[in-house]
Nanobody, 118 residues
Framework: QVQLVESGGGLVQAGGSLRLSCAASGRAFSSNAMGWFRQAAGKEREFVAS??????SYADSVKGRFTISRDNGKNTVYLQMNSLKPEDTAVYYCNPIRNWPSIPMNFWGKGTLVTVSS
């Protein structure tokens, strides 16, 4: 029903930037809230950011550093990550939002790995 492909991860030094992309397929993409989540090694998955129309929400840990956006014409959601910190190291996933702002549906892709070195 819903397919998600994340890309854009990589290795960066602290203070650097990356832009993640999530290509989504499925009906009525523009009508769905979308979110980014991450999971660090040995830890639980956590909410990062979400977007619904012109409204956005961010975890406290990334406020002021990350920006979520979307291009409905391309069925793609983005996460611009600036001022990266080593603690941002994780596999990042996108997912539609079931319950605003932070509860995802369960259409997980493979994710994209972000590694931030100090």
């Amino acid at each position: 029903q819903v397919q998600l492909v994340e890309s854009g991860g990589g290795l960066v030094q602290a203070g650097g930037s990356l832009r993640l992309s999530c290509a989504a397929s499925g009906r009525a993409f523009s009508s769905n809230a979308m979110g980014w989540f991450r999971q660090a090694a040995g830890k639980e998955r956590e909410f990062v950011a979400s977007i619904n129309g012109g409204t956005t929400s961010y975890a406290d840990s990334v406020k002021g550093r990350f920006t979520i956006s979307r291009d409905n014409g391309k069925n793609t959601v983005y996460l611009q990550m600036n001022s990266l910190k080593p603690e941002d190291t994780a596999v990042y996933y996108c997912n539609p939002i079931r319950n605003w702002p932070s509860i995802p549906m369960n259409f997980w892709g493979k994710g994209t790995l972000v590694t931030v070195s100090s």
